[in-house]
Protein backbone atom coordinates (compact mmCIF):
# COMPACT_ATOMS: atom_id res chain seq x y z
CA UNK A 1 0.00 0.00 0.00
CA UNK A 2 3.00 2.29 0.85
CA UNK A 3 1.63 3.50 4.21
CA UNK A 4 2.82 3.01 7.47
CA UNK A 5 -0.44 2.57 9.91
CA UNK A 6 -0.93 1.84 13.72
CA UNK A 7 -3.97 -0.24 14.82
CA UNK A 8 -5.19 -1.16 17.65
CA UNK A 9 -5.55 -4.71 19.16
CA UNK A 10 -9.43 -4.86 17.94
CA UNK A 11 -9.10 -3.27 14.62
CA UNK A 12 -10.46 -5.50 12.13
CA UNK A 13 -9.57 -5.59 8.10
CA UNK A 14 -12.62 -3.87 6.94
CA UNK A 15 -11.53 -0.75 8.99
CA UNK A 16 -8.04 -0.61 7.83
CA UNK A 17 -9.47 -1.08 4.46
CA UNK A 18 -12.18 1.74 5.10
CA UNK A 19 -9.34 4.13 5.83
CA UNK A 20 -7.27 3.38 2.66
CA UNK A 21 -10.44 3.33 0.21
CA UNK A 22 -9.58 4.12 -3.24
CA UNK A 23 -6.81 1.84 -3.70
CA UNK A 24 -8.41 -0.87 -5.47
CA UNK A 25 -11.18 -0.50 -8.00
CA UNK A 26 -14.66 -1.08 -6.71
CA UNK A 27 -14.79 -1.96 -2.95
CA UNK A 28 -12.21 -4.11 -1.44
CA UNK A 29 -13.13 -7.54 -1.10
CA UNK A 30 -10.17 -9.15 0.83
CA UNK A 31 -7.05 -8.74 2.31
CA UNK A 32 -3.65 -10.44 2.04
CA UNK A 33 -1.05 -10.50 5.13
CA UNK A 34 2.39 -11.64 4.33
CA UNK A 35 1.18 -14.73 1.97
CA UNK A 36 -2.05 -15.63 3.38
CA UNK A 37 -5.63 -14.15 2.47
CA UNK A 38 -7.55 -12.73 5.36
CA UNK A 39 -11.38 -11.59 5.48
CA UNK A 40 -12.41 -8.40 6.26
CA UNK A 41 -14.56 -9.09 9.27
CA UNK A 42 -11.13 -10.76 10.64
CA UNK A 43 -8.98 -8.80 13.74
CA UNK A 44 -5.42 -7.71 12.50
CA UNK A 45 -2.41 -9.24 14.33
CA UNK A 46 1.39 -9.05 13.01
CA UNK A 47 3.05 -6.42 11.64
CA UNK A 48 3.36 -7.58 7.96
CA UNK A 49 2.69 -5.81 4.77
CA UNK A 50 -1.20 -5.69 4.20
CA UNK A 51 -2.75 -5.79 0.60
CA UNK A 52 -6.18 -5.27 -0.18
CA UNK A 53 -7.51 -6.84 -3.03
CA UNK A 54 -10.65 -5.87 -5.19
CA UNK A 55 -12.64 -7.03 -7.94
CA UNK A 56 -10.26 -6.87 -10.36
CA UNK A 57 -8.10 -9.25 -8.39
CA UNK A 58 -9.53 -12.58 -8.87
CA UNK A 59 -9.11 -13.15 -5.61
CA UNK A 60 -11.45 -10.38 -4.85
CA UNK A 61 -13.64 -11.25 -7.51
CA UNK A 62 -14.87 -14.96 -6.58
CA UNK A 63 -15.69 -13.51 -2.64
CA UNK A 64 -18.18 -10.77 -4.69
CA UNK A 65 -19.51 -13.68 -6.92
CA UNK A 66 -19.96 -15.65 -3.15
CA UNK A 67 -21.46 -12.80 -1.80
CA UNK A 68 -24.24 -12.23 -4.75
CA UNK A 69 -25.18 -15.69 -4.46
CA UNK A 70 -25.24 -15.78 -0.39
CA UNK A 71 -27.94 -13.23 -1.88
CA UNK A 72 -29.54 -14.51 -4.22
CA UNK A 73 -29.91 -18.24 -2.46
CA UNK A 74 -31.43 -16.55 0.86
CA UNK A 75 -33.80 -14.47 -1.39
CA UNK A 76 -35.29 -17.45 -3.31
CA UNK A 77 -35.90 -18.93 0.25
CA UNK A 78 -38.03 -15.95 1.37
CA UNK A 79 -40.03 -14.98 -1.36
CA UNK A 80 -41.03 -18.47 -2.33
CA UNK A 81 -40.55 -20.80 0.52
CA UNK A 82 -37.67 -22.67 2.52
CA UNK A 83 -38.44 -25.79 0.40
CA UNK A 84 -37.75 -24.12 -2.53
CA UNK A 85 -34.25 -25.32 -4.32
CA UNK A 86 -31.88 -23.59 -6.17
CA UNK A 87 -28.58 -24.79 -7.87
CA UNK A 88 -25.58 -23.32 -9.57
CA UNK A 89 -25.41 -25.15 -12.03
CA UNK A 90 -22.33 -24.06 -14.15
CA UNK A 91 -20.23 -20.71 -15.08
CA UNK A 92 -20.93 -18.75 -18.53
CA UNK A 93 -18.75 -16.27 -19.46
CA UNK A 94 -17.69 -14.95 -16.06
CA UNK A 95 -21.70 -15.34 -15.32
CA UNK A 96 -23.65 -18.33 -12.81
CA UNK A 97 -26.15 -19.85 -14.56
CA UNK A 98 -28.95 -20.72 -11.41
CA UNK A 99 -32.41 -22.66 -11.91
CA UNK A 100 -35.08 -22.70 -9.13
CA UNK A 101 -36.30 -26.33 -9.16
CA UNK A 102 -39.95 -26.17 -7.60
CA UNK A 103 -42.30 -27.98 -10.12
CA UNK A 104 -45.28 -25.65 -9.48
CA UNK A 105 -43.54 -22.45 -10.50
CA UNK A 106 -42.09 -21.76 -14.08
CA UNK A 107 -39.56 -18.59 -13.59
CA UNK A 108 -41.06 -15.74 -15.21
CA UNK A 109 -39.52 -11.97 -15.53
CA UNK A 110 -42.32 -10.50 -13.06
CA UNK A 111 -40.65 -13.65 -10.67
CA UNK A 112 -37.24 -12.58 -11.39
CA UNK A 113 -37.39 -8.65 -11.09
CA UNK A 114 -39.37 -9.68 -7.87
CA UNK A 115 -36.29 -11.74 -6.90
CA UNK A 116 -33.76 -9.25 -7.81
CA UNK A 117 -35.29 -6.57 -5.88
CA UNK A 118 -35.35 -8.87 -2.97
CA UNK A 119 -31.61 -9.15 -2.77
CA UNK A 120 -31.40 -5.28 -3.87
CA UNK A 121 -33.26 -4.59 -0.16
CA UNK A 122 -30.34 -6.90 1.36
CA UNK A 123 -27.82 -4.73 -0.55
CA UNK A 124 -29.65 -1.59 1.35
CA UNK A 125 -30.14 -2.67 4.89
CA UNK A 126 -26.18 -3.96 4.63
CA UNK A 127 -26.77 -7.18 7.05
CA UNK A 128 -23.93 -8.35 8.35
CA UNK A 129 -22.31 -11.97 7.22
CA UNK A 130 -20.99 -13.87 10.17
CA UNK A 131 -19.02 -16.69 9.77
CA UNK A 132 -19.76 -19.54 12.49
CA UNK A 133 -17.71 -22.49 13.56
CA UNK A 134 -19.40 -25.31 14.61
CA UNK A 135 -18.75 -29.31 14.96
CA UNK A 136 -19.57 -31.30 11.95
CA UNK A 137 -22.35 -33.09 13.33
CA UNK A 138 -23.79 -29.57 13.97
CA UNK A 139 -23.27 -28.52 11.04
CA UNK A 140 -25.28 -31.23 9.38
CA UNK A 141 -28.24 -31.37 11.57
CA UNK A 142 -28.30 -27.35 10.10
CA UNK A 143 -28.10 -28.56 6.84
CA UNK A 144 -30.29 -30.97 7.18
CA UNK A 145 -32.64 -28.77 8.98
CA UNK A 146 -32.79 -26.03 6.18
CA UNK A 147 -33.23 -28.63 3.54
CA UNK A 148 -29.82 -28.88 2.32
CA UNK A 149 -28.94 -32.90 1.86
CA UNK A 150 -26.28 -32.07 -0.91
CA UNK A 151 -24.18 -30.07 2.00
CA UNK A 152 -24.89 -32.81 4.45
CA UNK A 153 -23.35 -35.34 3.19
CA UNK A 154 -20.71 -33.43 1.35
CA UNK A 155 -19.91 -32.85 5.35
CA UNK A 156 -20.10 -36.74 6.19
CA UNK A 157 -16.58 -37.61 3.82
CA UNK A 158 -15.13 -34.03 5.26
CA UNK A 159 -11.54 -34.85 7.65
CA UNK A 160 -11.48 -32.00 9.50
CA UNK A 161 -13.85 -32.28 13.12
CA UNK A 162 -15.23 -28.47 12.37
CA UNK A 163 -17.02 -26.56 9.53
CA UNK A 164 -17.22 -23.43 8.70
CA UNK A 165 -21.06 -21.96 7.91
CA UNK A 166 -21.90 -18.94 7.22
CA UNK A 167 -25.14 -16.68 8.41
CA UNK A 168 -27.17 -14.14 7.05
CA UNK A 169 -30.30 -13.07 8.89
CA UNK A 170 -30.68 -16.12 10.90
CA UNK A 171 -30.05 -18.19 7.27
CA UNK A 172 -27.11 -20.75 7.38
CA UNK A 173 -25.17 -21.84 4.28
CA UNK A 174 -22.07 -23.15 3.04
CA UNK A 175 -19.13 -21.69 0.42
CA UNK A 176 -16.17 -22.87 -0.45
CA UNK A 177 -14.30 -19.59 0.01
CA UNK A 178 -14.33 -16.39 1.87
CA UNK A 179 -17.12 -13.90 2.50
CA UNK A 180 -17.60 -10.06 2.28
CA UNK A 181 -18.70 -8.52 5.47
CA UNK A 182 -21.73 -7.81 4.80
CA UNK A 183 -24.43 -7.54 2.30
CA UNK A 184 -23.63 -3.99 1.00
CA UNK A 185 -20.08 -4.77 -0.43
CA UNK A 186 -22.00 -6.44 -3.58
CA UNK A 187 -24.44 -3.46 -5.19
CA UNK A 188 -23.78 -4.11 -8.98
CA UNK A 189 -25.91 -6.87 -9.95
CA UNK A 190 -28.12 -7.98 -12.41
CA UNK A 191 -30.31 -11.26 -13.14
CA UNK A 192 -31.31 -12.10 -16.72
CA UNK A 193 -33.63 -14.84 -17.87
CA UNK A 194 -31.62 -17.79 -19.62
CA UNK A 195 -32.28 -21.17 -21.01
CA UNK A 196 -34.64 -22.60 -18.31
CA UNK A 197 -33.48 -20.52 -15.35
CA UNK A 198 -31.80 -17.13 -15.42
CA UNK A 199 -28.20 -16.15 -15.49
CA UNK A 200 -26.57 -13.64 -12.67
CA UNK A 201 -24.33 -11.20 -13.87
CA UNK A 202 -21.52 -9.55 -11.82
CA UNK A 203 -19.59 -6.38 -12.84
CA UNK A 204 -16.51 -5.74 -14.62
CA UNK A 205 -12.86 -6.09 -13.05
CA UNK A 206 -12.11 -3.37 -14.89
CA UNK A 207 -14.88 -1.13 -14.35
CA UNK A 208 -16.73 -2.28 -11.43
CA UNK A 209 -19.72 0.32 -11.74
CA UNK A 210 -20.57 -1.35 -14.95
CA UNK A 211 -21.99 -5.10 -15.61
CA UNK A 212 -19.33 -7.10 -18.02
CA UNK A 213 -20.34 -7.58 -21.46
CA UNK A 214 -22.25 -10.38 -22.68
CA UNK A 215 -22.82 -11.80 -25.56
CA UNK A 216 -24.94 -15.37 -25.60
CA UNK A 217 -22.85 -18.52 -26.48
CA UNK A 218 -25.29 -20.62 -27.61
CA UNK A 219 -22.89 -23.30 -28.54
CA UNK A 220 -21.01 -23.11 -25.20
CA UNK A 221 -24.44 -23.25 -23.41
CA UNK A 222 -25.96 -26.52 -25.21
CA UNK A 223 -22.80 -28.50 -24.31
CA UNK A 224 -23.40 -27.23 -20.18
CA UNK A 225 -27.14 -28.42 -21.00
CA UNK A 226 -26.13 -32.12 -22.52
CA UNK A 227 -24.06 -32.16 -19.97
CA UNK A 228 -26.35 -31.84 -16.78
CA UNK A 229 -28.17 -34.59 -18.42
CA UNK A 230 -25.46 -36.72 -18.55
CA UNK A 231 -24.52 -36.26 -15.07
CA UNK A 232 -28.09 -37.12 -14.30
CA UNK A 233 -27.50 -40.02 -16.43
CA UNK A 234 -24.83 -41.27 -14.05
CA UNK A 235 -26.74 -40.63 -11.24
CA UNK A 236 -23.49 -38.20 -10.04
CA UNK A 237 -24.33 -34.64 -9.84
CA UNK A 238 -21.84 -33.73 -7.12
CA UNK A 239 -19.17 -34.04 -5.17
CA UNK A 240 -21.23 -36.76 -2.18
CA UNK A 241 -22.59 -38.08 -4.75
CA UNK A 242 -19.46 -38.99 -6.74
CA UNK A 243 -17.93 -40.02 -2.82
CA UNK A 244 -20.55 -42.51 -2.40
CA UNK A 245 -19.90 -44.29 -5.81
CA UNK A 246 -16.72 -44.70 -4.75
CA UNK A 247 -17.32 -45.79 -1.39
CA UNK A 248 -20.04 -48.16 -3.12
CA UNK A 249 -17.57 -49.54 -5.44
CA UNK A 250 -18.93 -48.26 -8.33
CA UNK A 251 -16.41 -46.46 -9.44
CA UNK A 252 -15.26 -48.05 -12.58
CA UNK A 253 -19.06 -48.77 -13.61
CA UNK A 254 -19.28 -44.77 -13.49
CA UNK A 255 -15.41 -44.76 -15.42
CA UNK A 256 -16.64 -46.92 -18.15
CA UNK A 257 -20.15 -45.09 -18.85
CA UNK A 258 -18.17 -41.27 -18.91
CA UNK A 259 -15.43 -43.10 -21.35
CA UNK A 260 -18.51 -44.76 -23.54
CA UNK A 261 -20.13 -40.77 -23.65
CA UNK A 262 -17.24 -39.62 -24.75
CA UNK A 263 -16.68 -42.22 -27.68
CA UNK A 264 -20.40 -41.95 -28.97
CA UNK A 265 -19.69 -38.22 -28.67
CA UNK A 266 -16.31 -38.31 -30.87
CA UNK A 267 -17.99 -40.77 -33.04
CA UNK A 268 -20.93 -38.32 -33.86
CA UNK A 269 -18.51 -35.38 -34.72
CA UNK A 270 -16.27 -38.07 -37.14
CA UNK A 271 -20.17 -38.55 -38.66
CA UNK A 272 -20.75 -35.13 -39.17
CA UNK A 273 -17.43 -34.82 -40.97
CA UNK A 274 -18.07 -37.83 -42.91
CA UNK A 275 -21.30 -36.37 -44.24
CA UNK A 276 -19.77 -33.39 -45.61
CA UNK A 277 -16.99 -34.93 -47.11
CA UNK A 278 -17.79 -33.63 -50.59
CA UNK A 279 -16.87 -30.20 -49.31
CA UNK A 280 -15.02 -30.64 -46.26
CA UNK A 281 -10.99 -31.02 -46.77
CA UNK A 282 -9.37 -29.52 -43.64
CA UNK A 283 -10.39 -29.95 -39.87
CA UNK A 284 -9.17 -27.47 -37.52
CA UNK A 285 -9.17 -28.61 -33.44
CA UNK A 286 -8.85 -25.53 -30.99
CA UNK A 287 -8.88 -25.15 -27.07
CA UNK A 288 -7.40 -24.11 -23.83
CA UNK A 289 -4.38 -25.96 -22.20
CA UNK A 290 -5.17 -29.29 -20.56
CA UNK A 291 -8.23 -29.64 -22.73
CA UNK A 292 -7.23 -33.46 -23.75
CA UNK A 293 -6.65 -31.93 -27.78
CA UNK A 294 -4.13 -33.94 -28.93
CA UNK A 295 -5.86 -37.41 -27.04
CA UNK A 296 -9.19 -35.81 -28.71
CA UNK A 297 -7.49 -35.55 -32.00
CA UNK A 298 -5.91 -39.18 -31.99
CA UNK A 299 -9.30 -40.95 -31.53
CA UNK A 300 -11.03 -38.79 -34.06
CA UNK A 301 -8.98 -39.80 -36.34
CA UNK A 302 -9.74 -43.35 -35.66
CA UNK A 303 -13.47 -42.88 -35.96
CA UNK A 304 -12.62 -41.05 -39.17
CA UNK A 305 -10.68 -44.08 -40.55
CA UNK A 306 -13.67 -46.66 -39.38
CA UNK A 307 -15.79 -44.86 -41.49
CA UNK A 308 -13.65 -45.00 -44.58
CA UNK A 309 -11.97 -41.74 -44.14
CA UNK A 310 -7.91 -41.19 -44.43
CA UNK A 311 -6.85 -38.49 -41.70
CA UNK A 312 -3.52 -36.46 -42.48
CA UNK A 313 -2.44 -34.54 -38.77
CA UNK A 314 0.00 -31.45 -38.87
CA UNK A 315 1.41 -29.91 -36.52
CA UNK A 316 0.70 -25.90 -36.48
CA UNK A 317 3.44 -25.81 -33.94
CA UNK A 318 6.06 -26.88 -36.88
CA UNK A 319 4.80 -23.73 -38.86
CA UNK A 320 6.26 -21.18 -36.61
CA UNK A 321 8.26 -18.40 -37.83
CA UNK A 322 11.91 -18.41 -37.01
CA UNK A 323 12.84 -17.40 -33.69
CA UNK A 324 14.13 -14.08 -34.37
CA UNK A 325 11.06 -13.12 -35.99
CA UNK A 326 8.64 -13.86 -33.67
CA UNK A 327 6.82 -11.05 -32.71
CA UNK A 328 7.28 -9.24 -28.93
CA UNK A 329 4.63 -8.08 -26.36
CA UNK A 330 4.82 -4.62 -24.41
CA UNK A 331 7.53 -5.89 -22.41
CA UNK A 332 9.76 -7.03 -25.37
CA UNK A 333 9.23 -10.87 -24.30
CA UNK A 334 8.75 -13.03 -27.59
CA UNK A 335 4.89 -14.02 -27.87
CA UNK A 336 4.83 -17.44 -29.18
CA UNK A 337 0.75 -17.47 -28.60
CA UNK A 338 0.57 -14.63 -30.82
CA UNK A 339 -0.92 -15.46 -34.18
CA UNK A 340 1.74 -14.22 -36.32
CA UNK A 341 4.27 -16.37 -34.30
CA UNK A 342 2.82 -18.63 -37.07
CA UNK A 343 4.21 -18.48 -40.74
CA UNK A 344 0.65 -18.37 -42.04
CA UNK A 345 1.64 -17.42 -45.63
CA UNK A 346 3.07 -20.77 -46.06
CA UNK A 347 0.58 -22.28 -44.11
CA UNK A 348 -2.30 -21.49 -46.24
CA UNK A 349 -0.17 -21.75 -49.49
CA UNK A 350 1.03 -25.70 -47.94
CA UNK A 351 -2.92 -25.92 -47.73
CA UNK A 352 -3.99 -25.01 -50.81
CA UNK A 353 -1.44 -27.04 -52.29
CA UNK A 354 -2.20 -30.30 -50.64
CA UNK A 355 -6.13 -29.48 -50.93
CA UNK A 356 -5.88 -29.39 -54.81
CA UNK A 357 -3.73 -32.52 -54.81
CA UNK A 358 -0.16 -31.76 -54.93
CA UNK A 359 2.63 -33.35 -53.15
CA UNK A 360 3.81 -31.14 -50.15
CA UNK A 361 6.88 -31.78 -47.97
CA UNK A 362 6.03 -30.56 -44.91
CA UNK A 363 8.40 -28.47 -42.51
CA UNK A 364 9.75 -29.72 -38.96
CA UNK A 365 10.27 -26.84 -36.43
CA UNK A 366 13.35 -27.32 -34.46
CA UNK A 367 12.79 -26.07 -31.07
CA UNK A 368 16.24 -26.12 -29.98
CA UNK A 369 17.69 -23.97 -33.05
CA UNK A 370 14.50 -22.15 -33.86
CA UNK A 371 14.38 -23.18 -37.44
CA UNK A 372 11.99 -24.76 -39.45
CA UNK A 373 14.11 -28.07 -41.18
CA UNK A 374 12.51 -30.28 -44.11
CA UNK A 375 12.86 -33.96 -43.70
CA UNK A 376 11.34 -35.64 -46.18
CA UNK A 377 7.71 -35.60 -44.56
CA UNK A 378 5.74 -35.63 -47.96
CA UNK A 379 2.17 -35.69 -48.00
CA UNK A 380 0.19 -35.85 -50.94
CA UNK A 381 -4.01 -36.10 -50.60
CA UNK A 382 -6.20 -38.35 -52.80
CA UNK A 383 -9.75 -38.85 -52.72
CA UNK A 384 -11.41 -39.99 -49.05
CA UNK A 385 -8.13 -38.23 -47.69
CA UNK A 386 -8.32 -34.96 -45.04
CA UNK A 387 -6.33 -32.77 -43.17
CA UNK A 388 -6.69 -32.22 -39.14
CA UNK A 389 -4.56 -29.29 -37.63
CA UNK A 390 -4.18 -29.03 -33.95
CA UNK A 391 -3.07 -25.58 -32.49
CA UNK A 392 -4.55 -22.78 -30.35
CA UNK A 393 -5.65 -20.40 -33.30
CA UNK A 394 -7.63 -22.97 -35.21
CA UNK A 395 -11.03 -21.28 -34.91
CA UNK A 396 -9.69 -17.77 -35.64
CA UNK A 397 -10.28 -17.15 -39.39
CA UNK A 398 -6.85 -15.43 -40.19
CA UNK A 399 -4.95 -18.71 -39.42
CA UNK A 400 -6.49 -20.23 -42.64
CA UNK A 401 -7.95 -16.97 -44.40
CA UNK A 402 -7.18 -18.23 -48.04
CA UNK A 403 -9.27 -21.72 -47.29
CA UNK A 404 -12.64 -21.27 -48.55
CA UNK A 405 -15.15 -21.61 -45.31
CA UNK A 406 -16.66 -24.23 -46.83
CA UNK A 407 -13.52 -26.51 -46.86
CA UNK A 408 -13.20 -26.31 -42.88
CA UNK A 409 -14.73 -27.92 -40.14
CA UNK A 410 -14.00 -26.54 -36.96
CA UNK A 411 -14.26 -28.42 -33.57
CA UNK A 412 -13.88 -26.30 -30.28
CA UNK A 413 -12.49 -28.70 -27.19
CA UNK A 414 -12.28 -27.76 -23.43
CA UNK A 415 -12.90 -29.45 -20.01
CA UNK A 416 -16.04 -28.02 -18.65
CA UNK A 417 -16.57 -28.73 -15.64
CA UNK A 418 -19.47 -31.27 -15.19
CA UNK A 419 -19.22 -31.70 -11.50
CA UNK A 420 -20.32 -29.34 -8.72
CA UNK A 421 -19.23 -29.42 -5.27
CA UNK A 422 -22.84 -29.21 -4.17
CA UNK A 423 -25.95 -26.99 -5.44
CA UNK A 424 -24.41 -23.59 -4.27
CA UNK A 425 -20.45 -24.28 -5.05
CA UNK A 426 -19.70 -24.85 -8.58
CA UNK A 427 -16.40 -26.27 -9.46
CA UNK A 428 -14.21 -23.83 -11.71
CA UNK A 429 -13.09 -25.26 -14.99
CA UNK A 430 -9.83 -22.94 -14.75
CA UNK A 431 -8.80 -24.96 -11.52
CA UNK A 432 -9.77 -28.43 -13.17
CA UNK A 433 -7.28 -27.61 -16.30
CA UNK A 434 -4.91 -26.30 -13.82
CA UNK A 435 -4.74 -29.20 -11.33
CA UNK A 436 -4.58 -31.36 -15.26
CA UNK A 437 -1.88 -29.25 -16.42
CA UNK A 438 0.11 -29.88 -13.09
CA UNK A 439 0.06 -33.34 -12.69
CA UNK A 440 0.87 -33.48 -16.56
CA UNK A 441 3.75 -30.82 -16.12
CA UNK A 442 5.61 -33.35 -13.65
CA UNK A 443 4.77 -36.80 -14.94
CA UNK A 444 6.47 -35.92 -18.34
CA UNK A 445 8.07 -32.31 -18.53
CA UNK A 446 9.37 -31.79 -14.87
CA UNK A 447 8.25 -29.37 -13.53
CA UNK A 448 6.83 -28.87 -10.40
CA UNK A 449 3.78 -27.73 -9.14
CA UNK A 450 5.15 -23.79 -7.93
CA UNK A 451 6.37 -23.67 -11.60
CA UNK A 452 3.04 -24.10 -13.35
CA UNK A 453 1.09 -22.29 -11.05
CA UNK A 454 3.17 -19.20 -11.36
CA UNK A 455 3.07 -19.56 -15.21
CA UNK A 456 -1.28 -20.32 -15.31
CA UNK A 457 -2.02 -16.28 -15.49
CA UNK A 458 -0.10 -15.81 -18.18
CA UNK A 459 -1.58 -19.02 -19.96
CA UNK A 460 -5.14 -17.96 -19.08
CA UNK A 461 -5.06 -14.43 -20.20
CA UNK A 462 -3.16 -16.16 -23.85
CA UNK A 463 -6.50 -18.00 -23.68
CA UNK A 464 -8.82 -15.25 -23.32
CA UNK A 465 -7.53 -13.30 -26.21
CA UNK A 466 -6.58 -16.50 -28.54
CA UNK A 467 -9.29 -18.78 -28.29
CA UNK A 468 -12.07 -17.93 -26.30
CA UNK A 469 -13.22 -15.67 -28.64
CA UNK A 470 -13.59 -17.69 -31.65
CA UNK A 471 -15.01 -20.63 -29.80
CA UNK A 472 -18.93 -19.64 -31.10
CA UNK A 473 -17.03 -20.04 -34.45
CA UNK A 474 -16.33 -24.19 -34.27
CA UNK A 475 -19.10 -26.06 -36.38
CA UNK A 476 -18.92 -28.46 -32.87
CA UNK A 477 -17.85 -28.06 -29.24
CA UNK A 478 -16.72 -31.48 -27.32
CA UNK A 479 -16.36 -31.31 -23.65
CA UNK A 480 -13.45 -33.19 -22.66
CA UNK A 481 -13.92 -33.16 -18.58
CA UNK A 482 -15.17 -36.19 -17.15
CA UNK A 483 -16.98 -36.59 -14.35
CA UNK A 484 -14.54 -38.95 -12.28
CA UNK A 485 -11.19 -37.50 -12.61
CA UNK A 486 -10.28 -35.16 -9.86
CA UNK A 487 -10.47 -37.96 -7.56
CA UNK A 488 -7.68 -39.56 -9.67
CA UNK A 489 -5.98 -36.47 -10.00
CA UNK A 490 -6.18 -35.98 -6.87
CA UNK A 491 -3.37 -38.54 -5.35
CA UNK A 492 -1.38 -36.61 -8.12
CA UNK A 493 -1.68 -33.37 -7.47
CA UNK A 494 -1.97 -33.37 -3.69
CA UNK A 495 1.79 -34.01 -3.24
CA UNK A 496 3.11 -31.72 -5.60
CA UNK A 497 1.25 -28.83 -3.78
CA UNK A 498 1.98 -29.72 -0.47
CA UNK A 499 5.85 -28.96 -1.36
CA UNK A 500 5.10 -25.27 -1.80
CA UNK A 501 6.08 -23.54 1.28
CA UNK A 502 4.27 -20.83 3.08
CA UNK A 503 7.17 -18.16 1.95
CA UNK A 504 6.24 -19.10 -1.85
CA UNK A 505 4.09 -16.76 -4.18
CA UNK A 506 2.16 -19.83 -5.22
CA UNK A 507 1.28 -20.65 -1.48
CA UNK A 508 -1.99 -19.39 -1.74
CA UNK A 509 -3.55 -21.19 -4.82
CA UNK A 510 -1.68 -24.49 -3.47
CA UNK A 511 -3.55 -23.95 -0.12
CA UNK A 512 -7.23 -23.19 -2.66
CA UNK A 513 -6.61 -26.07 -4.49
CA UNK A 514 -5.28 -28.60 -1.76
CA UNK A 515 -8.54 -27.16 0.49
CA UNK A 516 -10.81 -27.99 -2.87
CA UNK A 517 -9.17 -31.80 -3.50
CA UNK A 518 -10.20 -32.29 0.43
CA UNK A 519 -13.52 -32.65 -0.88
CA UNK A 520 -13.04 -35.62 -3.03
CA UNK A 521 -12.48 -39.35 -2.40
CA UNK A 522 -9.40 -40.38 -3.97
CA UNK A 523 -9.59 -43.43 -6.08
CA UNK A 524 -6.91 -45.58 -8.55
CA UNK A 525 -7.23 -44.75 -12.24
CA UNK A 526 -6.84 -48.26 -12.78
CA UNK A 527 -10.13 -49.11 -14.79
CA UNK A 528 -9.18 -45.83 -16.83
CA UNK A 529 -8.84 -47.05 -20.38
CA UNK A 530 -5.37 -46.32 -22.18
CA UNK A 531 -7.06 -44.14 -25.01
CA UNK A 532 -8.91 -42.50 -22.41
CA UNK A 533 -8.15 -38.32 -22.62
CA UNK A 534 -7.18 -38.78 -18.90
CA UNK A 535 -4.45 -40.64 -19.68
CA UNK A 536 -2.56 -37.82 -21.12
CA UNK A 537 -2.55 -36.37 -17.94
CA UNK A 538 -1.65 -39.17 -15.57
CA UNK A 539 0.21 -41.57 -17.91
CA UNK A 540 -0.18 -44.55 -20.00
CA UNK A 541 -2.07 -43.16 -22.54
CA UNK A 542 -1.83 -45.87 -26.17
CA UNK A 543 -0.88 -42.34 -28.24
CA UNK A 544 1.76 -40.01 -29.01
CA UNK A 545 0.97 -37.24 -26.11
Known amino acids: MGKEMTYTPCTTYEDLAKKCAGTVKGPVMLARQENRLRELSRRICGEEEITFYGIDNEEGLRVYRRGVLFLMVKAVRDLFGEDSLVVVEHSLQKNLYCEIRRPEMKLTEELLRKLEGKMREYVALDLPIYKRTMRKEEARAIARKQGMLDKAELFRYRRASNVNLYELDGYFDYFYGYMPPSTGYTKVFHLMAYENGFLIRFPDPKNPEVLREFSDPKKISAVFLEQMKWCQLMGVNNVAELNLAISQDKFGDLIRINEALHEKKVAEIADMIHKRMDQVRVVLIA ?259
Open 287 to 545: GPSSSGKTSFANRLCIQLKVLGVKPHKISLDDYFVERDKTPVDENGKKNYEHIQALDLPLLNDDLKKMIAGECVELPTYNFITGKREYNGNRIQMASGEILVLEGIHGLNDMLTSEIPAEQKFKIFISAMTQLNVDDHNRISTSDSRLIRRMVRDHQFRGRDAATTIAQWDDVTEGEAENIFPYQENADVVFNSATIYELSVLKQYAEPQLFRIREDQPEYITAKRLIKFLGYFLAAPGLEIPNNSLIKEFIGGSCFKV
